[in-house]
């Protein structure tokens, strides 16, 4: 199993542009999370999706949103990058009966 | 806002000694979860450790909690160097989205 995939790893973006995050689990897991972690702070939710089909808006989910596209795949999409959102994003997953989380490695975001 | 307050915010000792952090929270909960981050990576799980608990072992792990308090402690015996990373404590309330409030983790040193 590869676990929770991130793609990309690094990526750079300029003011006003938009793009996407992707995450993939392959365990099989119902709820989905994406985070974010800036330096020296925990992670902040973003968006959660508790089951296929479903999603919410975590802590700080201005400037986001996101698509629960299947069971497997959870996207972040920024439609208008600022420099407030240069941070590492981390997309998470956990099975239902547990309560657990699986982290991804992080996509690294620095918007100029 | 993060839920966690963590201390202390950095901890260097040597390679054999014990390393004790401690995590307060704000609401109440139904678990609490303690993750490690090495650097540049994503977090891994370690250990939970529900409402209705006050102490759990796993190995060198020993976690207390004392929802009087609002606080709990992780204690990692016989550190070694690998035990390098930082250390993020996380609650869970009542609900079954899973979401987690982290606190804004201890970053432990282990000097060989």
């Known amino acids: 199993n590869a676990g929770v995939t991130q793609t990309p790893k690094f990526q750079v973006l300029k003011t006003g542009q938009s793009m996407t995050l992707q995450c993939a689990q392959d365990?099989?897991?119902?709820?989905m999370y994406w985070y974010r972690q800036d330096p020296g702070m925990g992670l902040r939710l973003i968006y959660y999706s508790a089951s296929e089909g479903t999603t919410d808006k975590g802590e700080v989910p201005n400037g986001y949103n996101v698509s629960r596209l299947n069971k497997r795949e959870f996207s972040l999409r920024l439609e208008s990058a600022a420099p407030s959102q240069t941070s590492v994003y981390f997309c998470?997953?956990?099975?239902?009966?547990?309560?657990?989380?699986?982290f991804g490695p992080g996509t690294r975001l620095t918007v100029t | 806002s993060q839920q966690g307050e963590e201390d202390p915010q950095a901890l260097s000792i040597q390679e054999g000694e014990n390393a004790t952090m401690n995590c307060s929270y704000k609401t109440s909960i139904n678990n609490l979860q303690w993750y490690r981050q090495n650097s540049g990576r994503g977090l891994v799980h370690l250990i939970l450790?529900?409402?209705?608990?006050r102490e759990k072992h796993s190995g060198r792990l020993r976690v207390t909690l004392d929802t009087s308090k609002k606080s709990s402690s992780l204690l990692i015996t016989a550190s070694r160097a690998a035990d390098t990373a930082s250390y993020f404590c996380?609650?869970?309330?009542?609900?079954?989205?899973?979401?987690?409030?982290f606190g804004q983790g201890t970053t432990l040193q282990v000097k060989p």
């Open positions: 365990m099989n897991h119902n709820s």
């Open positions: 450790i529900r409402s209705n608990e």
């Open positions: 996380a609650t869970s309330g009542s609900s079954n989205t899973g979401k987690l409030i």
């Open positions: 998470a997953s956990k099975p239902g009966q547990y309560h657990e989380q699986y």
